[in-house]
Every structure is written in structure tokens, then in C-alpha cells.
């Protein structure tokens, strides 16, 4: 008899194996591959979100720092640079191994979980090898397509965006040109956009979309990313759900806690999920170290749920007013600073929205002043006062 069994090995699952095991707690993870395991993912993520949530490094599966980050969108080509290391860029299949590395947990790769029975003091788990284990509590961390999530009955009524991610070897004058952060292609596909992300040796591109049309996220990504000179010729473009978060929605029974995109937990806005499949892992793993499973899906609504009913709203004003949104929004700094805030959980959407619409004046002001300074002493003045505002901002 296990105390946790979790299954899947991904953010959710490593994060609560993690903190499990340091609790002192007997702990299996059944992964149903072979680790390490690619998956699709951008692997974008806050630094400060990581440095905050585990007392060890990442460094080590560390592929690039972001120094900036670019809008692109109706014609025009926008980037921000940033004032701090805030974004950092991994492989999952390295992130995610690198992770459950560090847990004090008996892991089972190549072991898919089939079936799951809940009775009054423990779970039953039955494996693609036919056995049949059992743990005091379950935690479904096995991604969107959950099979823990449907044998338990649990997140019903789930609502899925559509992805694709490819790979992308590129040849040295391309990779310098992306070299300093990732790029968000707005106005290709609505709803949704497309991303290229620096890795170390090649670009991640990928897009993401709600209710596409059949074959529409593959020639779109083919199409865009050929404009940029990326080349998709015999890569892989591999697909990929992304659950979305809709309302309150069943996440966890007496002893089955669903966790990360099992859970439905990623960004309504942007797709982002690796720090709410974290943070809902960790979630589960103290809700059932203080033996108060029940208090698991209030916990996840506080810390995750809520701000991602004003997600989705702020996804339905942006996706509805898109190019008033980039023309105000993606050229004030203050506006990525608040995003950024928003990814490594410090900041809500509510924030973001404020500090958005109010720094629109300041923002206003110092182009201004920028401009002015540009008319009357040329463009090494206007450099020079640029450099000062933006040290300043
Ligand atoms: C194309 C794309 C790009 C994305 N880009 C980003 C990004 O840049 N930044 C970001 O923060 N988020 C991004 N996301 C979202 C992010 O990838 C997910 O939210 C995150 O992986 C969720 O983590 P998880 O641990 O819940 O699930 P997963 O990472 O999906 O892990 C689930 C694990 O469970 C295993 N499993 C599945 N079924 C079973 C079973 N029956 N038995 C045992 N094991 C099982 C799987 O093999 C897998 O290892 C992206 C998503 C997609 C699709």
C-alpha cells in the first residue's frame, strides 16, 4: 500500500512526487513512457516562479535566458526588451526528467494506468502490465487526456484548445536573429496565434487556437514560419490539446485529486499551464499531507480558478478588440512587465488589466517626450533619452 500513487511524470506530477517524498511520504509515479519523454510544449516559463517554488536549481536544463520579447502583428514587428532575466527557456523532456529526478519516489516508466477504482480507505490502479496497486490517495496528473480524470468521473464538460508544436533545426543567421526571446504572431488565426522560441541549438514554433477548422493550425504554421525563413520540411508537427478552464468544474473526489492539465489548468488567455500544473501539484500533495483532500478543489478555485475567470474574459475583449489591444498594448513596457508579473504568479489578470490601461498615459508621456527630443536635437539625443526613460521604467 502506497500512500500517494500519481500518476504521469510531467510538471503536476513531479511537483507533488516532490514535495510528497520530502514529507516522508511512500510515493509511486507511474509514467506511461519512457523517460525522458518529448512533449509538446513551448517551454517558456518564470524564472522567479521556479526560484520561489523549489529550494534546488534548474540551471543545469537552463536552453536560453529571454533579454526580449516581440509582437508581431498587423504589419508591424514590436519588441520590448526586458529589464530583468524574468523568462527562461527548457526542453520538457529535460525539465521534466530534472524534476522527478529530485523526488524521493519510486517511479515506474513504461507503466500506463488503464483503470481506477475508488473505495471508502484507498484507490485501486489497474496498468497496461495488469497490475493492480494500491495507494491511500491518487493524484491524476496524466495531462489532457486524462484517463484518471474519466475513470473517476471527474472534469466533466472539459473544453479544449487545439495545438501544434514542431522542433525546428535553423541555420545560424536565423537562429541570431531569434536569439534574444521568444516571438507571439498575433492576427493568423483567430482565436489564437503562433510563438518561435529560442532553444539552445534550434527554434520551438508552434500555434494554438480555439475550435480550428480541419488542417488549419498546419498550413498556417507552414505558411507563417515560412515567411520568417523556418523551414518545417519534413518535421514533425506534432498536435496536442489544451485544456481550458471554463467554470468550477469536479477535480477531485474523497481520494482522487486531478492536477495540471488533467485538472484543466492552463491559461484560458495564453496556454500557459507548467506553472499551474506546478502549482495545483503542489496543491494536492498539502492537501493530502494535512489529510484535508477535501479542501483540495477550493484551494485550486482561490489560488487558480478565479483568476482564470477573469482570463477568459480578458481573452474575449482581447481576441475581440485585437489590434486596439497590440496598437495600445504591446509597445508600453510597463504592459510586458505586468505579463510577466501575471506568468510568475504575482500578479492577476485584474492587475494586469490596471496596469495596462493605466500606464497608458505615462506611456503616452514618455514617447512624448522621446519624440520631442528626437525633433529638436536628432536621433542620438532621442537614443540617449530613451536609454534614461527605459532605465528608469
Ligand atoms: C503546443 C503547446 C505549447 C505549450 N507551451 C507552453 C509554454 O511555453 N509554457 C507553459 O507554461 N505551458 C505551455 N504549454 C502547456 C503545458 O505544456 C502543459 O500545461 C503542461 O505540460 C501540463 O503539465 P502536466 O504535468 O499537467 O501534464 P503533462 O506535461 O502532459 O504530463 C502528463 C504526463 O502523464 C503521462 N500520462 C498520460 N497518460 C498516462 C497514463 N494513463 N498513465 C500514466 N501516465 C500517463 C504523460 O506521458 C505525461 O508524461 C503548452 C502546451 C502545448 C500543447
Redesign the pocket.
Known amino acids: 500500500m502506497y500512500d500517494v500513487i500519481i500518476?504521469?511524470?510531467?510538471?503536476?506530477?513531479?511537483t507533488a512526487a516532490y514535495f510528497l517524498g520530502e514529507a516522508g511520504r511512500r510515493v509511486l509515479v507511474?509514467?506511461?513512457?519512457i523517460l525522458p519523454?518529448y512533449?509538446?510544449?513551448?517551454?517558456?516559463?518564470s524564472i522567479r516562479f521556479l526560484e520561489t517554488t523549489f529550494p534546488f536549481s534548474f540551471e543545469s536544463v537552463i536552453e536560453r535566458d529571454v533579454k526580449a520579447i516581440t509582437y508581431a502583428f498587423g504589419g508591424r514587428t514590436v519588441t520590448v526588451p526586458l529589464r530583468r532575466r524574468s523568462i527562461r527557456m527548457v526542453m520538457?523532456d529535460r525539465f521534466?526528467a530534472h524534476l522527478l529526478a529530485q523526488a524521493k519516489a519510486e517511479v515506474r516508466t513504461g507503466?500506463?494506468?488503464?483503470k481506477v477504482a475508488e473505495l471508502p480507505d484507498r484507490v485501486t490502479v489497474e496498468?497496461n502490465h495488469g497490475d493492480a496497486l494500491e495507494g491511500r490517495y491518487l493524484i491524476g496528473?496524466?495531462?489532457?487526456?486524462?484517463?484518471?480524470a474519466r475513470s473517476a468521473g471527474l472534469r466533466r464538460g472539459k473544453t479544449l484548445a487545439a495545438?501544434?508544436?514542431a522542433e525546428a533545426p535553423a541555420p545560424p543567421d536565423i537562429m541570431r536573429h531569434f536569439a534574444d526571446g521568444p516571438v507571439f504572431i498575433f492576427g493568423e488565426i483567430y482565436p489564437g496565434y503562433l510563438?518561435i522560441?529560442p532553444k539552445a541549438d534550434h527554434l520551438s514554433v508552434?500555434i494554438?487556437a480555439l475550435h480550428p477548422k480541419h488542417g488549419e493550425l498546419q498550413a498556417t504554421l507552414r505558411r507563417v514560419m515560412a515567411r520568417y525563413g523556418i523551414s518545417l520540411e519534413n518535421i514533425p508537427l506534432?498536435g496536442?490539446?489544451?485544456p481550458i478552464y471554463t467554470r468550477r468544474e469536479p477535480i477531485s473526489s474523497a481520494r482522487v485529486l486531478l492536477?495540471?492539465?488533467?485538472?484543466g489548468?492552463?491559461d484560458p488567455f495564453s496556454?500557459?499551464?507548467?506553472?499551474?500544473?506546478i502549482t495545483?501539484?503542489r496543491l494536492a500533495a498539502e492537501a493530502i499531507l494535512a489529510g484535508r483532500a477535501e479542501r483540495y478543489e477550493r484551494a485550486v478555485f482561490w489560488r487558480i480558478g478565479l483568476n482564470h475567470t477573469f482570463g477568459l474574459a480578458v481573452a474575449a475583449l482581447f481576441y475581440n478588440l485585437q489590434d486596439l489591444c497590440l496598437t495600445l498594448g504591446a509597445p508600453n513596457p510597463y504592459t510586458t512587465e505586468a505579463l510577466l508579473d501575471l506568468l510568475s504568479g504575482r500578479a492577476s489578470y485584474p492587475a494586469v488589466m490596471l496596469r495596462a490601461i493605466g500606464t497608458v498615459p505615462i506611456y503616452a508621456l514618455t514617447e512624448g517626450v522621446k519624440r520631442t527630443a528626437g525633433l529638436l536635437d536628432g536621433e542620438p539625443r532621442r537614443k540617449r533619452v530613451r536609454a534614461a526613460i527605459r532605465s528608469v521604467q
Open positions: 500518476a504521469g511524470a510531467g510538471p503536476a506530477g513531479g507511474l509514467e506511461k513512457e519523454r512533449k509538446a510544449c513551448g517551454g517558456g516559463l520538457r521534466d507503466a500506463a494506468i488503464r496498468t496528473a496524466d495531462g489532457a487526456n486524462s484517463v484518471v495545438a501544434i508544436e510563438w522560441f508552434g494554438a506534432r496536442h490539446p489544451i492536477a495540471g492539465d488533467a485538472a489548468l492552463a496556454g500557459e499551464g507548467i506553472r499551474l500544473a495545483s501539484g
